[in-house]
Each structure stands twice: as structure tokens, then as C-alpha cells.
């Protein structure tokens, strides 16, 4: 099942960009960098709730963080009033980090709980997207 995304159809009718070619690459990074969070929150979650928690704080920590950092990077790209691309560049340069920390955090688990093989596979896809935009932008 594929969630459904808006950013292109909102983005595509933002005033300011209307009639403009879209960067799909940072489109795509918006939709990861929500998709990431979501994950994160759920496997921050999900290893609250096992039996060995204390060995999971700093995967709880870094989901937690990474959540954070996905949100505001999403949110930042997405605002396309009087937009501030070395702003957007450099919150892509720390999403791709806090992603990079998180996924090689979640799998040193991800034998062991399945909820953190899944959330680092979306921090590595994140990780992906993040630099894929990053490149995409106008320097």
C-alpha cells in the first residue's frame, strides 16, 4: 500500500513556483524525511515497550533525535516563501547525519527486533534522499 503524498500537488501550486519546473528530488526528500520520522517515533516507541529496554536507550535516544531533525528538515524544505537554500542544504546535510547515526544504531538490534531492521532501512533511504536533494539544489 502506497501512502499518498501531497508536496508535489502543494508545492506545484505555491505561488512562487507556479509554472516552474519542480525539484523532484527534494520532493521526494520532503515526503522520505516525513516517512522517517514517522518510522523513528514508531521504533523509539516499539523498544519502550521491550522487555530489554535499557539496552535500547541510545537507539530510543537517536530515533527520537533523528524524528526531530526528519520533522523540522521536512518542514524547512517545504516552505517555499522568501525560500533560504543554504538553510534547506544545511538541514539536508544534518537530516542525512542524524539518519546515517540512527540507521547503524538500529542495526546493531535489527536481529533481535524487527520494528529496528525497518527503521533502519527508512534512515538509510532518508539518508539517500537527503543527499540526493542536497545535490539537486542550486549552489
Excluded at 23 to 28: G, H, P, Q, V, W
Excluded at 34 to 60: F, G, H, P
Excluded at 120 to 130: F, I, K, S, V
Aim: charge should be negative; charged fraction near 25%; aromatic fraction near 0%.
Amino acid at each position: 500500500m502506497e501512502i499518498s503524498m501531497h508536496a508535489q500537488q502543494m508545492i506545484s501550486t505555491h505561488p512562487q513556483v507556479r509554472g516552474q519546473t519542480t525539484n523532484d528530488a527534494l520532493i521526494r526528500c520532503i515526503e522520505e524525511c516525513y516517512s522517517c520520522a514517522q518510522t523513528c517515533t514508531s521504533c523509539a516507541d516499539a523498544c519502550l515497550a521491550e522487555d530489554n529496554v535499557k539496552s535500547l536507550t541510545q537507539c530510543i535516544r537517536l530515533n527520537l533525535d533523528c524524528a526531530d531533525v526528519c520533522n523540522i528538515t521536512g518542514r524547512i524544505s517545504t516552505r517555499r516563501t522568501g525560500s533560504d537554500e543554504e538553510m534547506i542544504r544545511r538541514m539536508l546535510d544534518a537530516c542525512a547525519a542524524a539518519c546515517r547515526l540512527c540507521a547503524e544504531e538500529c542495526e546493531k538490534h535489527a536481529k533481535m527486533h524487527e520494528h529496528c531492521r525497518i527503521c533502519a532501512e527508512a534512515c538509510r533511504h532518508c539518508t539517500t534522499a537527503c543527499e540526493e536533494a542536497g545535490r539537486s539544489m542550486v549552489h
